[in-house]
T-cell receptor, first 114, second 111 residues
Framework: EPEVTQTPSHQVTQMGQEVILRCVPI?????FYWYRQILGQKVEFLVS????????KSEIFDDQFSVERPDGSNFTLKIRSTKLEDSAMYFC????????????FGEGSRLTVL | EDQVTQSPEALRLQEGESSSLNCSYT??????LFWYRQDPGKGPEFLFT???AGEEKEKERLKATLTKKESFLHITAPKPEDSATYLC????????????FGRGTSLIVHP
């Protein structure tokens, strides 16, 4: 069964460092998303990406964040200068064509900022 | 302003003890309501999509129903492997196509 894969599974970084989280969405999916979940809190939307550009973003997704689809398979989230409050589980998700549809999530990348 | 409210926050059941989880939503129009299962340290796993009031979906011991204001996830004769957090997400009509998640219900089923 096709799945969304994310790397790394866990990253520990120092405050102020740059972090790149990587995702390989399901191959025939066209819409890509990043969500995050701070420990014990709800899953929060960060950004959506379609047709090689950002389609929507939340207030959380400020200038410190960026996304890229550098080739036909990878989808990355970059945090330029990490803060303590960026510590969270980051989930990549994808879905097929269509305005309404279920998202398929990866296993997540746990980011710990010290 | 929360669009999606789930209750209870936590639920403990004995194996075989059926129950229901609630997801109430406050949106002007509903495109779709989604149920997910999330195991500790893992990503949400898709369970169901419901589009209109009166719709029902079933999968093994789970049954999801939808009204104009809420959805229920009924768990019949649960087993310990059903222990997980169950998330509800709503996609509203209007400008945004982004599903908004509730805080989830943490279910523990004791053998």
């Amino acid at each position: 069964e096709p799945e969304v894969t994310q790397t790394p599974s866990h990253q520990v970084t120092q405050m102020g460092q740059e972090v790149i989280l990587r995702c390989v969405p399901i191959s025939n999916h066209l819409y890509f998303y990043w969500y995050r979940q701070i420990l014990g809190q709800k899953v929060e939307f960060l950004v959506s990406f379609y047709n090689n550009e950002i389609s929507e973003k939340s207030e959380i997704f400020d200038d410190q964040f960026s996304v890229e689809r550098p080739d036909g398979s990878n989808f990355t989230l970059k945090i330029r200068s990490t803060k303590l409050e960026d510590s969270a589980m980051y989930f990549c998700a994808s879905k097929t064509r269509g305005q309404v549809g279920e998202l398929f999530f990866g296993e997540g990348s746990r980011l710990t900022v010290l | 302003e929360d669009q999606v409210t789930q209750s209870p926050e936590a639920l403990r059941l004995q194996e075989g003890e059926s129950s229901s989880l609630n997801c109430s939503y406050t949106v002007s129009g509903l495109r779709g309501l989604f149920w997910y299962r999330q195991d500790p340290g893992k990503g949400p796993e898709f369970l169901f999509t419901l589009y209109s009031a009166g719709e029902e979906k079933e999968k093994e011991r789970l049954k999801a129903t939808l009204t104009k204001k809420e959805s229920f996830l009924h768990i019949t004769a649960p087993k310990p492997e059903d222990s997980a957090t169950y998330l509800c997400a709503v996609q509203a009509t209007g400008g945004s196509y982004i599903p908004t998640f509730g805080r989830g219900t943490s279910l523990i089923v004791h053998p």
